[in-house]
T-cell receptor
Framework: NAGVTQTPKFRVLKTGQSMTLLCAQDMNHEYMYWYRQDPGMGLRLIHYSVGEGTTAKGEVPDGYNVSRLKKQNFLLGLESAAPSQTSVYFC????????????FGQGTRLTVV | AQSVTQLDSHVSVSEGTPVLLRCNYSSSYSPSLFWYVQHPNKGLQLLLKYTSAATLVKGINGFEAEFKKSETSFHLTKPSAHMSDAAEYFCVVTHQGGKLIFGQGTELSVKP
C-alpha cells in the first residue's frame, strides 16, 4: 500500500537545466497537487489537477509546468531551473478536494546551483 | 477567496503543560478545515479535520480543535504537551475549486 510516491527524493541541478518530478498515487484519487515548501512560508500551491487530463494554476505557477495524462500520475516540470526554485517539493492527492483528507508524499529536496 | 492565517510562527511550552496553536481563516462559503503535522525531515500527517459536522473535532495523539464561525477561528489544543509533539503544524482551508490553502506554519517546541 504505497499511497503517494515521489521520484526522485533528492536532486541537484545546475542553473538552466531541466527536470521532471514524478508523483504517483495508487488510491484512485481525482485531485492531485504540487506544493513547494520554503522556510517561514508554509506550503505554497504550484499547480493542481481535479482529474485526468486537467491542470490548473496555483499560487506560484511561474517557471513550472505540469501534466496529468494518467489519473495516477502527476508530473511537475522545470524547463530552465533557477536558484529561486531551490526548495522542498511535495505532492499530494485527495479523493474530492474539499471535505476529504489529502495524502502527501515524502518530498523531493531540489537544489539549483 | 479562501485564506488562512496562523497567528504564531513559533510556540514554546514545557512538557505537561497545555498547547494552543491559533488559526484564523477567511472563506466565502462553508469551509472544510484541517490541521496537519510535520515532524523534522518528514512528510505531512493529518491530525484532524472539520467538515461541517460537530464543531469540536478530536484528532490523533490527544489533539482537538474547535470551529468557531463567529470568530472565523479553528485553534488547535492539547491538554498536556509531550516531547514527541515537537514539530511544525499547519492549518489548511479548502477552496471551493478544490485547492488546499496552507497557513504559514507554527513551529512547536517542547521543553523538558
Amino acid at each position: 500500500n504505497a499511497g503517494v510516491t515521489q521520484t526522485p527524493k533528492f536532486r541537484v541541478l545546475k542553473t538552466g537545466q531541466s527536470m521532471t518530478l514524478l508523483c504517483a498515487q495508487d488510491m484512485n484519487h481525482e485531485y492531485m497537487y504540487w506544493y513547494r515548501q520554503d522556510p517561514g512560508m508554509g506550503l505554497r500551491l504550484i499547480h493542481y489537477s481535479v482529474g485526468e487530463g486537467t491542470t490548473a494554476k496555483g499560487e506560484v505557477p511561474d517557471g513550472y509546468n505540469v501534466s496529468r495524462l494518467k489519473k495516477q500520475n502527476f508530473l511537475l516540470g522545470l524547463e530552465s531551473a533557477a536558484p529561486s526554485q531551490t526548495s522542498v517539493y511535495f505532492c499530494a492527492s485527495s479523493y474530492s478536494g474539499t471535505a476529504t483528507e489529502a495524502f502527501f508524499g515524502q518530498g523531493t529536496r531540489l537544489t539549483v546551483v | 477567496a479562501q485564506s488562512v492565517t496562523q497567528l504564531d510562527s513559533h510556540v514554546s511550552v514545557s512538557e505537561g503543560t497545555p498547547v494552543l496553536l491559533r488559526c484564523n481563516y477567511s472563506s466565502s462559503y462553508s469551509p472544510s478545515l484541517f490541521w496537519y503535522v510535520q515532524h523534522p525531515n518528514k512528510g505531512l500527517q493529518l491530525l484532524l479535520k472539520y467538515t461541517s459536522a460537530a464543531t469540536l473535532v478530536k484528532g490523533i495523539n490527544g489533539f482537538e480543535a474547535e470551529f468557531k464561525k463567529s470568530e472565523t477561528s479553528f485553534h488547535l489544543t492539547k491538554p498536556s504537551a509531550h516531547m514527541s509533539d515537537a514539530a511544525e503544524y499547519f492549518c489548511v482551508v479548502t477552496h471551493q475549486g478544490g485547492k488546499l490553502i496552507f497557513g504559514q506554519g507554527t513551529e512547536l517546541s517542547v521543553k523538558p
